[in-house]
């Protein structure tokens, strides 16, 4: 199993350019979510899913937007940068297995908005 | 407000001794708490678990325990050893709920 991966790793953009980060994960778990970390803030819920087809925000949602067309797939959306979200995202999936839950995170993409 | 409180940005530790790592809430309605330990550059890796119907999980070196009066975790990690330095993160979420809400993290140093 590769878990779950990111792309890109790194990423520049400038202000009101817009950009899809990739999720992806081989392990058939139903609940994905999308996290950012900023210095000192720990980890913030910017949006989740409990299966294809249904998607919920988080604590952060506003200028991000996420499908769930497929079990695997879970992309993040910037639909017009902001350099308020300059930030490392990272991508979780969720194994829920008697009554235990674990949470496997992906690992990370770097990005910057100038 | 911050829900969940890890009130001590950093700790240093001597090889082979105990590290006790603190975290706190407010929810009440929180019923399930996670550890993760994160490396830099690196996405955060689970550790262990407790749900609220229990006050002590144990995995190998790794103890959580929880004081539902208190509202409080600890994580308790002995020995500790170099490789444990890193950041560690408390999260909590709500029964029926799958929006997990992370502490500020706690830099862990042993030192050898």
């Known amino acids: 199993n590769a878990g779950v991966t990111q792309t890109p790793k790194f990423q520049v953009l400038k202000t009101g350019q817009s950009m899809t980060l990739q999720c992806a994960q081989d392990m058939n778990h139903e609940y994905m979510s999308w996290y950012r970390q900023d210095p000192g803030m720990g980890l913030r819920l910017i949006h989740y899913s409990v299966g294809a087809g249904i998607t919920d925000q988080g604590e952060v949602p506003n200028g991000y937007n996420v499908s769930r067309s497929t079990t695997e797939d879970f992309p993040l959306r910037l639909l017009s940068a902001a350099p308020s979200q300059t930030s490392v995202y990272f991508c979780a999936s969720n194994e829920i297995r008697d009554r235990q839950e674990t949470q496997y995170f992906g690992p990370g993409t770097r990005l910057l908005v100038l | 407000d911050q829900q969940v409180k890890q009130n001590s940005p950093s700790l240093s530790v001597q090889e082979g001794r105990i590290s006790i790592l603190n975290c706190d809430y407010t929810?009440?309605?929180?019923?399930?708490f996670l550890w993760y330990k994160k490396y830099p550059a690196e996405g955060p890796t689970f550790l262990i678990s407790?749900?609220?119907?229990?006050d002590k999980n144990e995995d190998g070196r790794f103890t959580v325990f929880l004081n539902k009066s208190a509202k409080h975790l600890s994580l308790h990690i002995v020995p500790s050893q170099p490789g444990d330095s890193a950041v560690y993160f408390c999260a909590a979420k709500a029964s029926g709920t799958y929006k997990y809400i992370f502490g500020t993290g706690t830099r862990l140093k042993v030192l050898a």
């Open positions: 929810n009440s309605m929180f019923d399930y």
């Open positions: 407790i749900s609220s119907i229990k």
